[in-house]
């Protein structure tokens, strides 16, 4: 905070008393752009996350599909023939042909259905954490929580140490 908005705000609080409540909404306001700002950040990274892990999942899923559907018509025609004739029946080679492709079906769903299981929509761990950490901070900035005894600093003329300035500081270090 500059020297001039200091001083104003001295003025604006008067002798020594809690800010107006003026001041004090547009630092609430303030604050909460930073922290909406922010926490839409990390949220979007998850959700960047949790779509490549979406996304996997879907291409295993279509994999699956495609061999499923392949070991019922287009190459166990083929591959059954090839089976007959080293076996010497029919029935063998057609019963090998589907157990091969219905094993690569079975790998490939297995695959889809583990990367489907990471997705997870409705966790968003981090940004709770952050959120819940940031409504203590607009929360003490509000005045509506006192200070923590232990993160309190020793005013002096020269800094404010306001919950908003701390928050600022918060934010900034996540950049």
């Known amino acids: 905070m500059s020297e001039s908005e200091w001083q104003r705000e001295q003025v604006e609080e008067g002798n020594g008393g809690r800010p107006r409540w003026s001041v004090r909404l547009d630092r609430l306001i303030s604050s909460l752009s930073a922290l909406l700002t922010t926490r839409s950040e990390i949220a979007g990274s998850e959700l960047s996350e949790k779509a490549s892990y979406l996304g996997r999942g879907l291409a295993g899923a279509v994999i699956a599909g495609i061999l499923g559907f392949l070991a019922f018509l287009l190459a166990a025609g083929l591959i059954a ?94 950049e």
Do not use: C, H, N
């Open 81 to 174: 023939a090839v089976f007959a004739r080293i076996l010497g029946s029919a029935w063998a080679g057609v019963l090998v042909t589907l157990v091969l492709y219905a094993a690569g079906a079975a790998a490939a769903a297995v695959w889809a259905v583990r990367q489907l299981g990471r997705v997870r929509p409705l966790e968003f761990p981090m940004t709770s954490r952050e959120i819940g950490r940031d409504w203590e901070v607009v929360r003490r900035a509000a005045g509506l929580e006192p200070e923590p005894a232990a993160s309190v600093p020793a005013k002096s003329s020269s800094t404010l140490g306001s919950s908003s300035e701390d928050l600022e500081e918060r934010l900034r270090g996540l």
